[in-house]
Structures are given as structure tokens and as C-alpha cells.
């Protein structure tokens, strides 16, 4: 009996074979077999620890690590880079693995390959030192942030990723500014990237003066009403690096004199320069 294949309407004027899904199908049961080879071969790499099965499972499952380096993409670290420190979390994360308690791989390696970049990153790449709590939420901020600005298209709001999170505003502001300070430049970096002769950022940063200070210092003294004495115990103070004692030796007087001179000389001095 010859075999026929009823077709399925789905428009009134196109028949469709029922076997139109057949595709999707196929491709679930690939998955499953897949699924189901990895598994095999994590329980025989679990009892041998053959280094050959150890390397087909990399090759299997280095999407799931190239998959959670992607979360952190777009800062100062290379995307190569974050991918062979997630592949290091999954070769840790295979080493760890017991199939006998029931874990579904994935869940046991997500959190090992997450954990492993995040140590990159607070122990290798932040120049800034910053509190342990802080940098765990930076990362998840960051992660957050790239996950929902896929999603919808557009850079998300504060509010939006502290809801993802399920943390106040304030967290998460906290941590955007500590994500942006952890960020060090070299002073010897060009000014500006786009010129090509950019003169390096230390040309740029001003150097103190101490000419100015000593110019409304002698103002100051030359306009405040000083007392000769009180000239005397500022010069032996401030100029000869005397102390109070010393100062008091020196002029007969004690050590609380010296000290009632010198504040009363100093309010002068502080209201001539306001007055200036």
C-alpha cells in the first residue's frame, strides 16, 4: 500500500505537509542526543579521569564559558582573555563535578566559571582597590546592565537593572561609580586619541606654586598691625622650625606665653588677608 502524507491547512490557499515541523524536531532530538552524550561521557570521565574524554568535554561545552564571558565584554579586558579564563572555570568546574548527586552539569558549572572571572577581575585587572562586597556587586551591575541593554536595545536605567537585581537605586549607583573609578589612566597616555600627535596627559596637569603663598604670606605680615615680639615668635616659629619651648628659652617668657603670642599674631595675620 503506497504511502500518502495528509496535508495540514493553515492558509486557504496553502497546503502544508505534515512534516513541515520535521526540521525542529530534528534539531530537538539532536539537542537531546547531545545532551545526552555529554552526560555519558561525564559520568566515564568521572570514574577514569581520561585526559582525552577531559578534552572532547571542553570541545563540547566551551560554548557555555564563551556564553558567560560574553556577560562581561566591553570593558578594558579582552575578550580572548575573559574567554580563557571561563574556559579555566569549566576545566575546574569538570575536575569538581560528581554526576552521582543528581546536578544537572550546567548548574554546577555556571557558578564556577562566574566565580573564576570574577576573581580575574578583583585580583588581576582593578587597579583601584575596592571593598570585596563592592567589587562582587560592580560585576553583577555589569553583567546586568549588558544582559538588559541586549534584551530591549538601549542602555538601561538605573531603576531597571536594580529591579533585575532586586537592589535600591542607591546599590546600584554605587556601583556604576565604582566601576567608573576603578579605571586608571597613565599619564603618559596621549591627550587625545583621535590626534595623532597628541601631547601626553602630564603636559596638561599644572604643577603647585608656592611662589603665591608666599607673596599673601608677606602681604599679610606687612599689612597685619604686628607687634615686634609677636614678629619674633612667628620668624622663630615658623621660619627657624623652633619649638614653643625653644622659643620661650629664648626670649625668657614660658611656654604658655609664647603660645598666647603666636594666636594672637595668627588672628592678625588671618584678618589682614581677609581683609585684603
Avoid: C
Amino acid at each position: 500500500m503506497e504511502a500518502t502524507i495528509t496535508p495540514v491547512r493553515t492558509h486557504p490557499n496553502h497546503d502544508v505537509p505534515a512534516t513541515a515541523n520535521g526540521s525542529s524536531l530534528e534539531a530537538g532530538s539532536r539537542r537531546r542526543l547531545d545532551e545526552g552524550a555529554e552526560a555519558q561521557l561525564l559520568r566515564r570521565y568521572a570514574h577514569t579521569r581520561d585526559p582525552a574524554l577531559k578534552q572532547e568535554l571542553v570541545r563540547r561545552l566551551l560554548p557555555l564559558a564563551r556564553s558567560l564571558a560574553l556577560r562581561y565584554r566591553g570593558g578594558s579586558e579582552q575578550l580572548d582573555d575573559l574567554i580563557q579564563v571561563a574556559s579555566l572555570g569549566l576545566v575546574k568546574a569538570l575536575d569538581g563535578f560528581d554526576p552521582n548527586r543528581g546536578t544537572a552539569f550546567a548548574a554546577y558549572a555556571v557558578p564556577t566559571v562566574l566565580g573564576e572571572l570574577r576573581r580575574h577581575f578583583r585580583d588581576r585587572v582593578w587597579e583601584v582597590h575596592l571593598p570585596r562586597g563592592l567589587q562582587e556587586r560592580t560585576m553583577a551591575v555589569a553583567s546586568a546592565a549588558s544582559e538588559l541593554a541586549e534584551e530591549r536595545g538601549k542602555t538601561p536605567a538605573v531603576a531597571e537593572i536594580a529591579a533585575r537585581l532586586e537592589l535600591s537605586t542607591e546599590e546600584i549607583s554605587e556601583a556604576l561609580q565604582a566601576h567608573e573609578a576603578r579605571r586608571t589612566l597613565s599619564l603618559d597616555a596621549p591627550h587625545s586619541r583621535a590626534e595623532q600627535d597628541s601631547s601626553p596627559m602630564i603636559e596638561a596637569l599644572g604643577a603647585r606654586e608656592p611662589g603665591y603663598e608666599r607673596v599673601e604670606s608677606q602681604l599679610a605680615a606687612a599689612a597685619a598691625p604686628l607687634e615686634e615680639r609677636e614678629r619674633t615668635v612667628l620668624r622663630l616659629r615658623f621660619g627657624s622650625g623652633l619649638t614653643q619651648d625653644e622659643i620661650g628659652r629664648r626670649l625668657g617668657v614660658s611656654q604658655m606665653q609664647v603660645s598666647r603670642i603666636m594666636r594672637g599674631a595668627l588672628r592678625k595675620l588671618l584678618a589682614a588677608v581677609q581683609e585684603a
